[in-house]
Structure formats: C-alpha cells, structure tokens
T-cell receptor
Framework: NAGVTQTPKFRVLKTGQSMTLLCAQD?????MYWYRQDPGMGLRLIHY???????AKGEVPDGYNVSRLKKQNFLLGLESAAPSQTSVYFC???????????FGDGTRLSIL | GQNIDQPTEMTATEGAIVQINCTYQ??????LFWYQQHAGEAPTFLSY????GLEEKGRFSSFLSRSKGYSYLLLKELQMKDSASYLC????????????FGRGTSLIVHP
C-alpha cells in the first residue's frame, strides 16, 4: 500500500519556468491538500480539494493552480516560477470525520 | 480565522519527560491533531483529541481543554529518536475538514 506518492522528489527550476507537481493517493480519500513548508513558518495551505472535480484556495494560493480531474490525483502547477516559491511542498489526503491527514514524502523545489 | 501558538524550540535529556504546549483561538472547534516530523521527512500522525481530557498511546499522551483553548503533548522516557518537530493542528468549524497548523516545536533530546 503506497499511501500518498509525490513526484518529483527534487527539482531545480529557473525563474519563469513552469512545472507541475503530481500527488497520487491509493486510499480512496475524498479530501486532498497541497502545503508548502518554509523554515520557521510551519505548513501553509496552498489549495485543497473536497472531491473529484473540485478545488478551493487555501491560505497562500497566489502563483499556483491546481486540478483534480481524477479522485486519486491532485496536481499543483506553477505557471511562472519565482524564487519566492522555493520551498518544500507536501501533499496530504484524508477522509471525512476524525481521520488524520496522510502526507507524501514531499517535493523539494528550488527556483534560481 | 485561527491562531495557533507553540514554543519554537525545546530541549530535554534522554529518559526524561517533556511537555509541549499548544494554545489556539479558532472560530469553532472540530478536533486537534498532533503530528511528528523528523528532519527531511513527512509529518506522521501521533494523536487526536476532540473531547476534553487525556488520550494515552504508549510513551505519548495528549491533553485537551476546549474551554481554555489549550492542548499539550506529553512525551515520557525520552529517546534520542524523539528529536523531531512536533506540529499542533486544529480543525475549525465547517465541513471542509481543513486543519490549521501551528509553526511546530523543534524538540532536541540530549544524551
């Protein structure tokens, strides 16, 4: 049982480039989330989804877009990468009720 | 909105007991989670409290007081492997199950 899988694990981009981060979960979870984690800032919510075909903005959505075309996948896109988006990105999923979030291993993204 | 406060860093000695506090101010309350995160790794679930009182799981316990907006994570018989960041997350009102995370407490365990 893989749980939550994020690809890629590492990436270096130049300013202005675009890329997509993929999150896949095999637990049939309804809810999926994208966070960024910066030193001293904790986990900040970028976007989330409450089901297939739905997305919503979190605390820090600017510069990012998301899509949830299939229940098991949640994609995070950077259209024009900026150095301020250098961070570690975590995807998480959960079901309704009192269940905890399951996190992927993270994507370490550096933008030069 | 929600505001969650945890100490930034704590140190303790192997074999000792340490208490990590979390205070919160939220619009509604639907549960509080504690996660452990080792450096360079993903957060992993430790405990969940939705009612007042103490939840015990082996060496780890978590306490909640909803009236005081307060929780703590108690770690007993500390081991070197307990050196990690501990994240408090509060789920507010509403049906979107969106937790808000505190900034985390970095625990350093010394021999």
């Amino acid at each position: 049982n893989a749980g939550v899988t994020q690809t890629p694990k590492f990436r270096v981009l130049k300013t202005g480039q675009s890329m997509t981060l993929l999150c896949a979960q095999d637990m049939n979870h309804e809810y999926m989330y994208w966070y960024r984690q910066d030193p001293g800032m904790g986990l900040r919510l970028i976007h989330y989804s409450v089901g297939e075909g739905t997305t919503a903005k979190g605390e820090v959505p600017d510069g990012y877009n998301v899509s949830r075309l299939k229940k098991q996948n949640f994609l995070l896109g950077l259209e024009s990468a900026a150095p301020s988006q250098t961070s570690v990105y975590f995807c998480a999923s959960t079901n309704r009720g009192n269940q905890p979030q399951h996190f992927g291993d993270g994507t370490r993204l550096s933008i030069l | 909105g929600q505001n969650i406060d945890q100490p930034t860093e704590m140190t303790a000695t192997e074999g000792a007991i340490v208490q990590i506090n979390c205070t919160y101010q939220t619009s509604g309350f639907n549960g509080l989670f504690w996660y452990q995160q080792h450096a360079g790794e993903a957060p992993t679930f430790l405990s969940y409290n939705v009612l007042d009182g103490l939840e015990e799981k082996g060496r780890f316990s978590s306490f909640l007081s909803r009236s005081k907006g307060y929780s703590y994570l108690l770690l007993k018989e500390l081991q070197m492997k307990d050196s990690a960041s501990y994240l408090c997350a509060v789920r507010g009102a509403g049906g979107s199950y969106i937790p808000t995370f505190g900034r985390g407490t970095s625990l350093i365990v010394h021999p």
